[in-house]
């Protein structure tokens, strides 16, 4: 069993920038899609990314496209989630899932999740 572990939230001024680390543990991700999605206060959970086991299929919502890069290590059995432009909207908790490998990102269907880790966004 994959289980993530998220790290790097925090609070952070509109218009600067985070980087959230997703470690897991249990398995190696060599063979699992990853992803990481938000809840904000109030609202439903939603996307946010996404990147296939061998890091070369990549999706990501609308609303944070331009803005936010998923990247992995498998080296160090590590997802990044590099968050630049950050604007109020996106504070939430930010949590990293897993699934089982295949050949392009997808957005349903993750089986592990995370605590999540709290980011803020002030204005």
């Known amino acids: 069993q994959v289980q993530p572990v998220e790290s790097g939230g925090g609070l952070v001024q509109a218009g600067g920038s985070l980087r959230l680390s997703c470690e897991t543990f249990?398995?190696?991700?060599?063979?699992?899609?990853m992803g990481w999605f938000r809840q904000a206060p109030g609202k439903e959970r939603e996307f946010v990314a996404a990147i296939n086991y061998s890091g070369d299929s990549t999706d990501y919502a609308d609303s944070v496209k331009g803005r936010f890069t998923i990247s992995r290590d498998n080296s160090k059995n590590t997802v990044y989630l590099r968050m630049n432009s950050l604007e109020p909207e996106d504070t939430a908790v930010y949590s990293c899932?897993?699934?089982?490998?295949?050949?392009?990102?997808?957005?349903?269907?993750?089986?592990?999740w995370g605590q999540g880790t709290q980011v803020t966004v002030s204005s």
């Open positions: 249990g398995r190696t991700i060599t063979n699992y899609n």
């Open positions: 899932v897993a699934a089982w490998r295949a050949e392009t990102a997808y957005r349903t269907g993750y089986a592990y």
